[in-house]
């Protein structure tokens, strides 16, 4: 059996926001599209990744302002990224013996896809619904 490459299985050409961007901004954006990861951008660069997780634990745990903290208040920064040709059992091994919740692909010009943890089990569920010969 080949491998799929992660690019095959990803979301292409995720929704991102901008560091500085609120976290009230980041909450609508997660609920208009029905998404859970955002990667974070300064000036189109990646530098971080939040999630809705992220969110609400730093407005459960500090007293703050949703409309005028920033989203890189909650990113984690240094997320775990990889270019579109690595094999997908290597991704998903890594992001399970690290608990990671996504990986942000990258290409030559910035973000090009996120592959999630839901993803992996869309995957699983073909597989477990149509096995190879």
């Keep these: 059996m080949t491998i799929p490459s992660v690019s095959y299985h ?12 609120s976290l009230r901004d980041a909450h609508a954006l997660m609920t208009e599209h029905r998404i859970r990861h955002l990667p974070v951008l300064d000036d189109g660069r990646l530098v971080g990744v939040v999630t809705d997780r992220d969110l609400r634990l730093l407005e459960a745990t500090a007293s703050l302002d949703a409309r005028t903290t920033h ?7 240094r997320p ?18 690290h ?3 996504s990986v ?3 290409g030559r010009d910035g973000v090009e896809g996120i592959f ?9 569920a073909e597989v477990l619904q149509h096995p190879p010969d």
């Excluded at 979301?11 to 991102?16: A, F, G, R």
């Excluded at 775990?80 to 013996?97: H, K, N, P, Q, R």
């Design 10 to 21: 990803m979301t292409v050409q995720p929704w991102t926001i901008d560091r500085d961007a």
């Design 80 to 97: 775990f990224i990889v270019t579109g040709d690595v094999a997908l059992d290597e991704v998903v091994t890594i992001m399970s013996e």
């Design 104 to 106: 942000i692909v990258m």
């Design 71 to 77: 989203v890189d208040q909650a990113m984690t920064e």
């Design 116 to 124: 999630t943890a839901v993803d992996a089990c869309r995957v699983l």
């Design 99 to 101: 608990k990671y919740g």
